[in-house]
């Protein structure tokens, strides 16, 4: 109908972009039509996403009650939505609650958000973990601890905002590896 008619350019500036709609809200016009899926696509739209475990983490079954995934499909979602060319454009992420990836390697889902998005300068981090089969799950500390910290200064030193569980190691990291931070929050 009428919606149609308004150029496609002006809608995403005007209605899209300018009401700063919520994720949810974006997420569900997004199922409302293929004009609606062609807006969200564009960069501009995605400024900010959580992906915290208490938004992505949350399903609803056929009973209409609430359902947790577990770990593992979680760490794979998170991958998806990462992956996705219309979050080339985040400036800010919360990954609060989400397993990072292995932990004798860079962590995976970190190394490709940074790569994916090279305008995000916001990042939030709290409760993540790494997990690996043969060493359990590790919060942030003990000998790995610092690996996260690793990832953020090797491949964006340029983080302006960050909050993150970090260890001594790690916190030495980040203080002489960030050199842009302009906030640091501990937990």
């Known amino acids: 109908g009428l919606l149609y008619t308004i150029p496609e350019d002006l809608l995403i500036k005007k209605i899209v972009v300018a009401q700063k709609l919520s994720q949810k809200t974006k997420c569900r016009l997004y199922s409302t039509c293929k004009l609606m899926q062609r807006l969200l696509e564009v960069t501009e739209v995605w400024t900010h996403v959580d992906m915290s475990y208490s938004v992505i983490g949350r399903r609803c079954t056929r009973a209409g009650r609430s359902s947790l995934l577990s770990p593992t499909p979680l760490f794979f979602l998170s991958m998806d939505i990462v992956c996705l060319k219309r979050f080339r454009g985040l400036q800010s992420a919360d990954l609060s609650g989400l397993n990072l990836g292995a932990l004798q390697q860079p962590p995976a889902l970190l190394v490709h958000l940074l790569t994916n998005c090279p305008l995000l300068t916001k990042l939030t981090l709290y409760n993540c973990y790494c997990k690996t089969p043969s060493f359990g799950i590790t919060q ?48």
């Open 140 to 187: 942030g500390r003990g000998p790995f601890g610092a690996l996260v910290e690793e990832t953020l200064v090797e491949l964006r030193p340029t983080l302006t905002h960050l909050c993150i569980e970090a260890s001594t190691l790690g916190l030495k990291k980040i203080v002489h590896g960030l050199t842009g931070l302009q906030s640091l929050h501990l937990m």
